[in-house]
């Protein structure tokens, strides 16, 4: 046993090591983000994620019903918690949602957050689903897309969501879709996530990989076929003046046009994917006792006319929740076109002078629905 | 189940509990096919997968009691080529697609290895009919669970041999920690370094197809070479260290192959057991029979080029199903039978004394290590590099953009393979008894920051697609 002991010394020195330079490097660990404005300030999906692993445990601490928000960027931007607090300073909010979710990533979400809250908390409080067309973009799109997917997960050709790719960090325990995750106690999975609370800290300051400093070099795009070649002309300078700004229409449309593609389905056409993995995300919430609201997120009317998703979306999403609400045993609010066209800053997304009027739209309608603690 | 996963070394260590409490003569007999068994279950990608496989196991039985009672060399052949056949259609080859059912049979993890262990007892079989293996013994010689990813390729009387001792096996603090030292380092490899030339091959390979890059084409080639050297030699350090646990002694794959002066010194030193299976089965017998067909002494050089050139054709073949390991296949002969023939013109344009006196200058030396290692990387391209994109390479490229992609690759060697090969004689192999906790602790601490901060998704080995 002297060997083996040896070696656990030594794993633990070493690790105190490495704490010690990034302590150096970085400083000591500040508070972790409080659970209530773990969506801002927007930075990456990435960042998002990293966040929703490491810090939604803080759940744990709650001692009062709370209302827990999830969704994507719309609900982000909408339902700041702090904007929310100050409509509403009797409510304990939570705004859990993050950037490009699909409904396969809410599902993580909620996990991670129902693994962590007691679940006398649970029993009292609401889970609000905002959801939107784009967020029932099917996995096979949305995780590997070239635009938000890195290309190593496109290399490999596998299906992992940022919250999955940030749960590699600590050897799969966070990872909500693991057997370990299901199984292991709340406080061996917040321990492994403490134990990286200071190397998290660096994760910012450095590349995505350790070797992309060395893909950036310019000697890999360096052609000495050139030198070969004959010297080509010249160009001069060029003199265009820049672009003029666009009308705000014309990029808010683009981007209309930008979420068409980013569906990756024939126009019009929904897959079931994602509408069944809606029916057991509702099913497991209620199963384990929150009071769940779905809120139809607000659009532009412009985009619910243009928009060839939109129409079989409300379709299909009143088909899936309309046995739910009919035995009265989930709400549902519709804000699709509770918001005035001004008050968005582009296709999905509410302006900053907005966002007070959003979250007060929600609070009015949970509060008729629900009575609160 | 992944190697690299936590259920993976909880399986070792359950599996190496219960094997060493349990009386020796169960070990053999019982827990160590139930081990496999459980082994196939767990890495296979689904259960038509593993039916698939006990089902080419049992046709090895099958052929095996053929071969025995038989005894004689046409049935051997034929049983040899129907086994080839069924491999072929299982392994899905390209060329053999037009079989029936061809794109609907699973993928079998280790089917090569597996039809590599079966030819030699079948073959070794025909001289000694001593050998003839029960159901059992065969199921746990062909798919043994450290070697059925990847590796190491055992003979089935060295295999046999070590199950019948792994009874009397005693697990002492010496053999956990070798076992844990050669698992650690393992685990570093493959997950640190193969991690990082991996990063760095897949960029670069994405920079020398969009722009036709020469240089970035080089960059890929040679971190291609290091990502599958710390790949498949950090796999082999890993289940040569969970067989210790359970008495088992796994022949090496490695001899630092960065110290290869020539082709074929490389394929001595590199995937050694595969080298050596190809060697023993494929070159001598070839070699035999070309000797028988041509006696001529004039010829017999001559001979060892032909032999060489089939052998690794066979190799290249070996390695994947598609149209572009044939090319590899042709340019793992080309090389080796390159090799040869310039072993001879040499040999008879300087003479064996100043031809022994050229191999021992430095400059040569080096310039030689730098040509293989560079025709290595390039004649393994298709291991990375489908058919189409060899295509788009040789069309984008040029013949120029190719000889400056070679010749930057060959510059990179010059530089690197000195410094590479005076700083493994730095760190010592073994030493003081602190030394491998020492480097065990160092190893893991290293490991878990750096998967940490730099996530990767520990996808499967390279070499288990073969």
Redesign the interface.
Known sequence: ????S??????????L??QGAIVIMVGRPAAPWPVEVLSHPRVSFAEEARRAIFFTPDLAKTERSMIAIVGASAAQEGFQPAIAKAEAPDLLIHNLSMGGANITETDQIIDIAIKATPSQIVQRSVLVLAVSYPMFVPDSKRWSDPVFVP???I??G?I?SDIQ??A?????ICDPSSL?FKYAPEWLISLSRDR?AL?LR??PR?P?????P??KWN???????RK?ESKRAKKSPGNASPAPDEPFLVIAHRQMDFLTKYMGQPEGVLQEEQFDKLRMLIDKAKGVGFHVVVVDMPLPSWHRQNSPFFAPYETKLRDVLASYTSAGTIDFVSLVDAIPDDEFRDSIHPNAEAASHWARILIERLRVLHRFD | MTIT??SFIAFVAMAALVSNLASGNWRARVLFPTTTLLFIVLVMPSMLAVSALLGFVGLIWLATELTYRLRARTPLILILAVILAIFGWMKAYEFLAFLPFASQVPVVIGLSYILIRALQLLIDMAETPSLRPGLLPLFSFLTSWPCLISGPIQRFQDFHEQLESIGTFKLS?EV??AA?HRMAKGYFMVLVLAD?????W???E??ALG??????LA?AQGAFLAHLFFDFAGYTHIVIGAAYVFGFRLPENFDRPWQSKSFLEFWGRWHMTMSNWFKTYVFNSLLMQLVKRWPSSKLTSFHGVAAFFLTFFLVGLWHGTTWAYVICGLLLGVGASANQLYRIALRSWLGKSRMHELSAKQTYILASAALTFTYICFSVSPLWLSYEQIRLVAKSYGL??LI?AQG?LFLMMLTVLPIIQRSSFAIPISGA??W???Q???L???I??????????G?AFFYERF
Do not use: Q
Not at chain 2, 196 to 200: D, P, Q, V
Not at chain 2, 211 to 216: F, G, I, K, V
Not at chain 2, 448 to 457: I, K, M, Q, V
């Open positions: 046993m002297k060997h083996l040896l070696a656990l010394i030594v794993a633990a020195l070493v690790s090591l490495i290309p190593d997960a290399a490999e596998k992992i790719r940030e590699m960090r600590c050897s799969s370990l990286y190397n660096l994760v450095l995505a990989h350790i070797t992309d060395i893909l000697l890999w795009r360096y052609d000495p076929r070969l | 996963s936590w603090e956990f920690v844990a990082m030339f991996k990063h760095l897949t960029g670069l994405g920079i722009n036709a890059n020469p240089l970035a960059g120029i953009g400056l930057g008894t602190w491998r906790p020492l065990i602790g160092l893991c601490a290293v878990d920051a750096y998967t940490f901060l730099f996530p990767a998704f996808g």
